[in-house]
């Protein structure tokens, strides 16, 4: 599966305008994603929200001038936290190959709830 995380993005902005709730209702990773201004933030909601849909393999597009070397780094470092994340370049686009390891991916959610509780 591939999406463009421009087009959400621009999809989730123009329904947040037109809709009092159930922006993104057609696609279910989407339901409950909110983009934040950080985007590396934003690409962990979207993977955790693939979690919770049990899709395991996605490829996330950029557009070309919309990432910078710092974000590619710390989306590419996100997969101490996820699995597996591949970088490519393609079609004049930023391209993230995630696999999702489940186990991996739901023990660092446990203990971020835990330490959140602890809190």
Known sequence: MKVNFNSILENYNS???NKLRGFNTDLDYLKYWVPSPNTVESVYN??????ECD???VTIEFNKNYLNSEQIDKILKLKENVGDIK???ENNKHNFRVKIEFKIFDSIKSEIQTAI???
Do not use: G
């Open 15 to 17: 329904e947040i305008e």
């Open 55 to 57: 899709i395991k393999d």
């Open 117 to 119: 509780k602890k809190k």
């Open 87 to 89: 970088y490519f370049f």
């Open 46 to 51: 979207l993977i955790s929200n693939f979690r």
